[in-house]
């Protein structure tokens, strides 16, 4: 019994260790979200085709977040185990292959919102008599996601920069960052979509505006700060002189271990897109409500995100440096740390749950589904802390092919034909259907226990690298 309490409780230089790396990824993560909040109901003031229209396009926005997650995350379990060893050149090599991928893949993107918009917005509208105004709302969505195209390069390097400084260690200037441009953001929101001060209202176009804006700050935050501290992050100094100079080993690694994660991000993404779009076949109510629910639920996930995304920095550099049986016991304490968390915070969200929807200018009956919705969502809190906090873990070790099985191919082989089966096939009250296809995570959670217990994950992947 000592035994396992010891490997799901750490002492206080451990906790001190991980809320240094996680507060911030937690605060960051909970005012950005906050932030979405805010302005899904500013949009949400214009009415619900606005609010709906907006939401479908940041469905599109979210698959290129993901993807851009996963080529910086991926070349990021490199970075964290270079940190961990030491190693300042192959840290400079892997941010090199960051900022080439992710601006290749923010190029791509670009062209596809660009030229097909209206066929990927389209997927996700299905009238239902609700009186919603369908032709209102893509146009909506086209006018928002238009706008959003001008911050795709500048997100993809944030990220990149960002990412390298997390898995350093250093997670507070990437909040300060975040938590300046969410300011611009709001400021700028509150001006564009209403027309205060004089300037025009724009409406949606307005809060596409923002966002970009707040892209632009974010970048200039974390670019001026890790050039101007060259002397802390040598990584930097001459990082962009040798561009393309990285050593044909290490892209080797790279291939073979980054790109099932970014396969796998772009396949959850667009798994998870799927999922919203089956739900959407119960009509544009039903995308309105989901709409609030994801949004709200979001804030209180961050701290389910954030301590999740700490285990692969706090794994990954004991793993870096070899120490196997540290990184085995501080990933099941930060595994247990983020379930015992949402255990609280699924609370909360569930005490809140009813007063959330009367902020939004929208039907009663959408308000009436985003309440049972919530309450779902709060139940299933620690269910999901567990299972990404595993999904974490797992990845850090650099076994991406298994994190691709547990991810991706679930949501696409489990969740994606449940939720069409229930949602197109059946007459079960929506609510139902999202409790039934949220609980499937469970199978998740089990898999990732079993993973985890047999230690398959501990692995040092950059030992027999020689960074050039």
């Known amino acids: 019994m000592t035994k396992i309490r010891s490997f799901l409780i750490g002492d206080k230089p451990f906790y001190r260790r991980a809320f240094r790396i996680a507060l911030p990824i937690v605060i960051q993560n909970a005012v950005t979200n906050f932030v979405s909040l805010l302005d899904n109901l500013m949009i949400g003031r214009l009415g619900t085709e ?112 960002s990412g390298t400084l997390r898995e350093g260690g250093e997670s507070a200037v990437p909040m300060l960052a975040g938590v300046s441009a969410i300011a611009v953001n709001v400021s700028l929101n509150l001006i564009l979509i209403f027309g205060y001060l004089g300037a025009p209202a724009l409406g949606v176009t307005g809060a596409a505006i923002a966002t970009v804006a707040s892209r632009f700050v974010e970048l200039l935050i974390v670019l001026v700060y890790t050039h101007a501290k060259a002397a802390r992050w040598g990584f930097i100094t001459g990082a962009y002189r040798r561009l393309f100079s990285v050593p044909g080993k290490l892209i080797g690694q790279l291939a073979v271990k980054s790109f099932p994660l970014i396969v796998n991000e772009l396949l959850w993404s667009v798994g998870t897109s799927a999922v919203v779009r089956n739900y959407s076949t119960r009509g544009l109510s039903v995308v309105a409500a989901l709409t609030i629910t994801t949004t709200v639920a979001n804030v209180f996930n961050s701290v389910n995100f954030g301590i999740g995304a700490s285990v692969s920095i706090v794994a990954g550099q004991s793993l870096g440096a070899d120490r196997l049986d540290d990184a085995q016991r501080d990933a099941c304490r930060m595994i247990a740390l983020a379930t015992f968390s949402c255990l609280f915070v699924g609370g909360a969200l569930a005490a809140l749950a009813p007063f959330f929807p009367l902020i939004y200018n929208t039907e009663p009956a959408v308000r009436d589904l985003s309440t049972s919705l919530l309450l779902v969502a709060a139940a299933c809190m620690p269910i999901g802390a567990f299972m990404q906090a595993s999904y974490f873990t797992i990845r850090s070790g650099g076994k991406t092919l298994v994190t691709f099985l547990f991810d991706s191919v679930f949501v696409l082989a489990v969740s994606f034909p449940a939720s069409y089966l229930l949602a197109a096939k059946t007459t079960l009250p929506i609510v139902r259907v999202y409790l039934i296809v949220t609980l499937l995570d469970l199978i998740k959670c089990i898999v990732g226990f079993i993973l985890i217990k047999k230690r398959i994950w501990l692995h040092n992947i950059v030992s027999d690298q020689t960074a050039a």
């Open 50 to 161: 606005q609010m709906t229209g907006v939401s479908i396009a940041n469905q599109l926005v979210f698959v290129y977040n993901l993807l851009i997650f996963g080529v910086v995350s991926g070349i990021g379990i490199f970075t964290t185990q270079f940190f961990g060893a030491g190693d300042e050149k192959g840290v400079r090599h892997t941010f090199r292959v960051k900022v080439i991928a992710s601006g290749f893949t923010a190029i791509v993107a670009g062209l596809l919102f660009f030229f097909f918009d209206d066929f990927l917005l389209r997927l996700f509208f299905t009238e239902d008599g609700s009186g919603v105004d369908l032709l209102l709302a893509l146009q909506s969505g086209k006018e928002y996601l238009f706008v959003i195209l001008f911050g795709l390069i500048p997100f993809a390097l944030t990220q990149a920069y």
